[in-house]
């Protein structure tokens, strides 16, 4: 069974309790995507937990 199927046997029929990893969507849900004749890019991120969060006095550029 090749990387695709199991990721679509764990989402799609349900087989685990929690579905897949973020990256086991994006690749499942891409894929499809790409089946449907869309573009799409693959790219990579994170979550940064900043000390203060950012208020909207910050984000405003002078």
Avoid: H, W
Avoid at 16 to 29: A, H, I, K, Q, V
């Amino acid at each position: 069974m090749s990387f695709l199927e199991s990721v679509f046997e764990k989402i799609v029929d349900g087989n685990s309790d929690r579905g897949g990893y973020c990256m086991e969507n994006n690749t499942l849900f891409g894929t499809v995507l790409r089946s449907l004749g869309y573009n799409t890019t693959s790219v990579g991120g994170r979550v940064n937990k900043a000390v203060q969060p950012m208020s909207a006095s910050n984000n405003e550029r002078p």
